[in-house]
């Protein structure tokens, strides 16, 4: 019982990094998935997103909103990369991996011109406790996990049950023949990429108050969300959930006992130890 | 109906149609016949806008559709069922269906599932998992959910057996008396091209080489010898 009570927490911990995780690999794979390009302008997306919250806040609008506003708002940035920069460059994909690097650069510097290097922090909407049972843990880690899951769910329906979801999954498949049946497939990229980048932007927002938001945060998602993929498979949603749970859960309980640095070097030689048992990752294709 | 003037189309270096002419009348099955690799499939992919002519027109009706993209070229009433069928092989039988109408709204019409009531009992079954004839049935009616005016069909009786071809023809035919659909058919098989077209032309080395009426042509005919080499 003792072992419990000590153990809930930080597997509670561990749960709610592995949801925002998930919300970033889930951006990044649709992205790739549909357009074939890996944004690694995607972890800037994310530091994007936290910044907005903390600007909303500091403006006085609530959380919660502003949490909102910000998806919005790196939505429309993602709008505004792929009409100027992805769409030129599709089928290309040597080169969106340099433009969307250079892209993640770009953004990193204008994060610092506009606001400078040094780090902020965020209060949470609330700093209450909830009991639950023999532990008390924070309120707001809670409400970000059930948000997190809930769009996550809302994401995976979106893709499975309607008609946008249908076409983009055509268009991913063979994108001439969803071009044939009268299908825009360069719509249907654009929407794609708008989804992952709020995606991206919903995470970092959500994460803000919980660690300190600066330009270089990005990269400290961005890494374990390419291992996510690369351990869970990119071929299906399921896969980038269980890769994004061994990776992130990994990372997050490893964190507890050794340094993090070290926890990183396990989780890598983890990775690497799974892709290569299963070079296209634990899940296969459906 | 369909009005293809001067084509110039090519991958990359070299070109692949040299100038092809040739008129589809509205409500007619129209051939094209030829051996492999005279850019039948080209010339498919073109109309479909899959690829950009290089020189020419493409007029369906008044309407110039050359070099415009394959979504809008969908929209003005234009459906391919492309060689190898197309079909998504990972999603449901309805839901290759509702792709085909997925564009423009609405469900799939009812009379779809008449002309193809095998399709109908298959409704739930994965794509890929069909036989050869079930999928280019599929290919076929997705193609006429979304009620085209032009049908393009790439090869239909590729990989059928000359009973599944048959009644594929003769199903084509009531279809095409049935909506006054317009079909532009390359094919190889000459029994279905005596069967349903009307005309035949033949394309040899990028340009149309002529044509004959579709009923005159025999295994013997020298243009069938000269341009199919059978």
Known sequence: MDAMIAWAPLLLDALSFVLVLALVSLGLVVIFGLLGVINLAHGELFMLGAYAVALAVGWGVPFWLAA???ALAVGAVGWLISAVLIERLAARPLDTILATWG?????RQGVVLAFGPQSRNLDAPTDADVVLGAISYPAYRLYLMALAATVLIATLLLFARTRFGLTARA??????MAAALGIDVRRVWRRTFVLGAALAGLAGALIAPLISVDPYMGLGFLVPAFLSILVGGSASFAGVLVGTGIVGGADSLLGHWLSPLAAQIVVFVVAVLAIRVRPTGLVRAP | MLTISDLHVGYGHGTVLQGVSMIVPRGTVTALMGRNGMGKTTLCRALMGLLAPSAGSIRLDELEIG???PHRIAAAGVAYV???????ERFTVEENLELGVAARGGRVPAHVYRWFPTLAELRRRTAGTLSGGEQQALAIARALVSEPRLLILDEPSEGLQPSLVEEMGSLLLRIVADRHLTVFLVEQNLALVRRIATIAAFLVDGRIAGGAAARDL???SPVIHRHLGL
Do not use: T, Y
């Open chain 1, 171 to 176: 268009a991913m498949a063979r994108p001439d």
């Open chain 1, 68 to 70: 909102a506003l910000a």
């Open chain 1, 103 to 107: 892209l993640a650069i770009a953004l």
């Open chain 2, 67 to 69: 070099g415009r993209p």
């Open chain 2, 82 to 88: 492309p060689q190898g069928r197309g079909i998504f």
């Open chain 2, 218 to 220: 025999s295994p013997e």
